[in-house]
């Protein structure tokens, strides 16, 4: 495989157009780049159909960022309007062949004439949004060193940050490059997802934006909702046909609804919203009031909504293979007080350490991903938020909701048919149904659905997060 | 193996006194807790043997810390005070068999009985210092996941904290409980190293108070000094007899000297001062200039300080198996640019990224226990510093100074001997050699050779770290 030489080198060593390092331009008032909204600006509207801040088709100015190479995406307006993708196209300067890469990583190689590389697996596009924050840099690094995809499966990191974060992810950068990670092959970051999440594979969807002081729910649903809304439709575009996406920004469940409401060519079921570090973090509390340790916890369901409405499924998980309630025998503990340890946990977490919980969050992606490309072990299973559509639990069609999955470690899943659920866990689920299906009418807009009503009331974000 | 069982649990399955937890009490004044000293206070002096904040071997105050326990460590005030451990004891209330755990880790396991774990190796103990900062935030949760010492070798992380942030040191637990790793099997946490480094293997030595605003180096080659001193004492007293060490917290050449002086019944040659970082970043930036990717650079030595007299060893370095100026023919920049940029890259991340290179200095501490535990490659080397005793080099005996090493992959290393050494190399070796020795001089006080006499004027500690 041979690759550009873009960086420090002479570009002698470029023979085509597309071989060519990107200019080092920036486009202000990108329509792709974030934030999307100021709430100072007038046309800002939380139900106002795409409500943006005034978009703009053309780049007018430009300045330098010394080292610094972005794209300047150019979209018609209507593709920035438009709610829903129908017959969407890459913004027309956006080149395919051309690729946004970072110092070492600009390196012309061939894998296939050394011997130590020649019997590694084809390289695969990795994009991660909010790549500059804490959460991707625990996340990059794990998936550098190949503890993620396997020592023989070289990897491209795609880089997605803000105009605001550019310089850090710069620095990201460059310390992958200090790494010296051998699978580690490519590395470019830019601010345009249509750049970005070109022939992703995989799209780990982790920046959003955080409440601000006195922001409401609707609020962040809609200022979110557009970032996902326009990256499903960038995904859509651009991304391998067969990408999967796990959405971490929150509110995830619903922003993964949007992204894939927004990029109808992409399987339903390629979308995940991360429900993993809830998994963990239950399994972890079962194990301590078990007084087991917690590799003895397994068939760990975690339904519903990532927020405090989520419910951690004790009745169909197992302590060494046997039903927790029979190992448990304080059940008022179990109904009463073990859902709430596992949503106050990131709370208590941000009160001793003083920051989110950015290195467990890393963790449960790499959970996450792993589930999905090895097989699961024989009769357990693990959560993620899915596309409800034909599901066996009579959950709301149409919806994104966590339920317990299966995968053959072929990427892709089964649900989990033959589990019980109780008058208990019906009702909690019932009611994280009910917020989903609240959530989705709030960002109808997003979603091709008409027009947006709102009446979320209650707060029901997972303290401690972001 | 069996262990205690404390946490959230009957005490009833603790059956001797050994088993049982520790009170929640802490020592306040405790003569083995940082931060040292303070400026303000009137007893202190830059070289007074074994200045010390008021030492107390009392335990007069304790207070309660929610779901915090930690260790009273009353050592006689002779111990606290003398610069050199010459029959050195643990303090007479830590019991050798007291551990203190955290949370899930205090479960009762036996790794034998269990199918899954019964071919895994025997437990190792890794004590780190400065564990709730940032670089140990990377670097724990690698050690967890099997990285570092393979998926077979369970591993107990013994966790030194200050009582500034013992706080952030529990939310650090909790994480690593949120994340499940199958091979971590102990966690505690304590600010007293004769408790932390109780039984360590490997020793990581990351914390060391930061430079204060106005301090000079004199003052911090004191105050760490005092810290490695300290730490010394305690492996020396409790660590496995060949605990190896490796000092991360800056002046680090210096500081390991110190530990290492201050435990004579640890092998000196099991010492060491990390340069990997400057090491992985010479090889990226020869390779950015050669435009290759950075898996063809070897044989890259850092000789000397973990400082800007660091000289990175352009003229043994490899290139695709060819020296490095046969194929960079720009001798003025390898000459004149490349220390620098290597000097400097710390710096230029802090600009860009607004913190310090924690990940990647987390990546290079594995680096180097990797290269110990690993047969290094045939015809290639390591950096680190090591105690120059008996080197082929003529490097100035008695310092801690980095040089070209090569392990069988035993935990041990030997020198490479065939290494050129030309005039320009030789001059700049001799500089660095020079500002060791003056360092060395600033803290006899600590190394048990007398009276301190310092003479540093220059600041040559590495821009952006820390």
Same mark, same amino acid.
């Given at each position: 495989?041979?690759?550009?030489?873009?960086?420090?080198?002479?570009?002698?060593?470029?023979?085509?157009?597309?071989?060519?390092?990107w200019?080092?331009?920036?486009?202000?008032?990108?329509?792709?780049?974030?934030?999307?909204?100021?709430?100072?600006?007038?046309?800002?509207?939380?139900?106002?159909?795409?409500?943006?801040?005034?978009?703009n088709?053309?780049?007018?100015?430009?300045?330098?960022?010394?080292g610094?190479?972005?794209v300047?995406?150019?979209?018609?307006?209507?593709?920035?309007?438009?709610?829903v993708?129908?017959?969407?196209?890459?913004?027309?300067?956006?080149? @395919?062949?051309?690729?946004?890469c970072?110092?070492?990583?600009?390196?012309?190689? +061939?894998?296939?004439?050394?011997?130590?590389?020649?019997?590694?697996?084809?390289?695969?596009?990795?994009?991660?949004?909010?790549?500059?924050?804490?959460?991707?840099?625990?996340?990059?690094?794990?998936l550098?060193?190949?503890?993620?995809? =396997?020592?023989?499966?070289?990897i491209?990191l795609?880089?997605?940050?803000s105009?605001?974060?550019?310089?850090?992810?710069?620095?990201?950068a460059? *310390?992958?490059? #200090?790494?010296?990670?051998?699978?580690?092959?490519?590395?470019?970051?830019? !601010?345009?997802?249509y750049?970005?999440f070109?022939d992703?594979?995989?799209?780990?969807?982790?920046g959003?934006?955080?409440? %601000?002081?006195?922001?409401?729910?609707?609020?962040?649903?809609?200022?979110?909702?557009?970032?996902?809304?326009?990256?499903?439709?960038?995904?859509n575009?651009?991304?391998?046909?067969?990408?999967?996406?796990?959405?971490? %920004?929150?509110?995830?469940?619903?922003?993964?609804?949007?992204?894939?409401?927004?990029? /109808?060519?992409?399987?339903?079921?390629?979308?995940?919203?991360? &429900?993993r570090?809830?998994?963990?973090?239950?399994?972890?509390?079962?194990?301590?009031?078990?007084?087991?340790?917690?590799d003895?916890?397994?068939?760990?369901?975690?339904?519903?909504?990532?927020?405090?409405?989520?419910? /951690?499924?004790?009745?169909?998980?197992?302590?060494?293979?046997?039903?927790?309630?029979?190992?448990?025998?304080?059940?008022?503990?179990?109904?009463?007080?073990?859902?709430?340890?596992?949503?106050?946990?990131? %709370?208590?977490?941000i009160?001793?350490? %003083?920051?989110?919980? @950015?290195?467990? &969050? @890393?963790?449960?992606?790499?959970?996450?991903?792993?589930?999905? !490309?090895?097989?699961?072990?024989?009769? #357990?299973?693990?959560?993620?938020?899915?596309?409800t559509?034909?599901?066996?639990?009579?959950? *709301?069609?149409?919806?994104?909701?966590?339920? /317990?999955?299966?995968s053959?470690?072929?990427?892709?899943?089964?649900?989990?048919?033959?589990? !019980?659920?109780?008058?208990?866990?019906?009702?909690?689920?019932?009611?994280?149904?009910?917020?989903?299906?609240?959530?989705?009418?709030?960002?109808?807009?997003?979603?091709?659905?008409?027009?947006?009503?709102?009446? !979320?009331?209650? +707060? &029901?974000?997972?303290? =401690?997060?972001?």
């Amino acid at each position: 495989m041979m690759l550009m030489n873009c960086y420090n080198h002479s570009p002698a060593t470029a023979t085509t157009s597309s071989d060519l390092c990107w200019k080092k331009t920036i486009c202000n008032n990108n329509p792709y780049s974030l934030p999307l909204i100021s709430r100072n600006d007038p046309h800002r509207g939380r139900h106002r159909r795409g409500a943006r801040a005034r978009p703009n088709n053309h780049c007018p100015r430009r300045r330098r960022c010394p080292g610094l190479s972005l794209v300047c995406s150019v979209a018609p307006p209507n593709q920035v309007e438009s709610p829903v993708v129908t017959s969407e196209k890459p913004p027309s300067n956006a080149t @395919a062949t051309r690729r946004e890469c970072f110092g070492v990583f600009c390196t012309t190689y +061939d894998l296939k004439a050394d011997e130590k590389t020649k019997s590694w697996k084809k390289l695969i596009n990795i994009s991660v949004s909010g790549a500059a924050g804490m959460i991707s840099n625990h996340l990059l690094f794990k998936l550098a060193s190949g503890e993620v995809f =396997g020592l023989d499966q070289p990897i491209a990191l795609k880089l997605l940050g803000s105009e605001r974060s550019l310089q850090a992810l710069e620095g990201v950068a460059m *310390e992958l490059e #200090d790494s010296l990670y051998p699978l580690l092959r490519e590395v470019s970051i830019g !601010i345009d997802p249509y750049e970005v999440f070109r022939d992703a594979e995989w799209a780990l969807l982790i920046g959003a934006k955080p409440r %601000g002081p006195g922001m409401e729910r609707a609020d962040l649903l809609d200022i979110n909702g557009q970032i996902f809304a326009e990256q499903g439709k960038a995904l859509n575009a651009v991304a391998s046909p067969n990408v999967k996406v796990i959405v971490v %920004g929150n509110p995830c469940n619903t922003n993964a609804l949007i992204c894939m409401k927004n990029a /109808p060519k992409i399987p339903a079921k390629n979308f995940h919203a991360l &429900t993993r570090l809830d998994e963990n973090r239950a399994k972890c509390q079962l194990a301590l009031k078990a007084g087991v340790f917690y590799d003895k916890v397994s068939n760990m369901t975690i339904w519903g909504n990532h927020s405090t409405t989520q419910v /951690p499924d004790f009745l169909n998980a197992k302590i060494n293979g046997k039903p927790v309630k029979e190992v448990i025998t304080d059940h008022k503990w179990l109904e009463e007080e073990f859902t709430e340890r596992i949503q106050k946990r990131g %709370g208590v977490l941000i009160q001793k350490w %003083g920051r989110s919980s @950015a290195a467990s &969050t @890393a963790v449960s992606i790499v959970d996450a991903i792993r589930s999905l !490309i090895t097989p699961t072990p024989e009769g #357990d299973w693990f959560s993620s938020g899915v596309y409800t559509n034909g599901n066996p639990y009579g959950i *709301e069609e149409d919806i994104v909701f966590s339920m /317990p999955c299966r995968s053959k470690g072929d990427g892709d899943y089964e649900l989990v048919k033959d589990v !019980i659920i109780d008058d208990y866990l019906r009702q909690r689920i019932k009611k994280s149904e009910a917020e989903l299906l609240s959530e989705k009418r709030c960002v109808a807009h997003l979603t091709g659905e008409g027009v947006a009503y709102c009446d !979320i009331r209650e +707060d &029901t974000m997972l303290p =401690g997060e972001q």
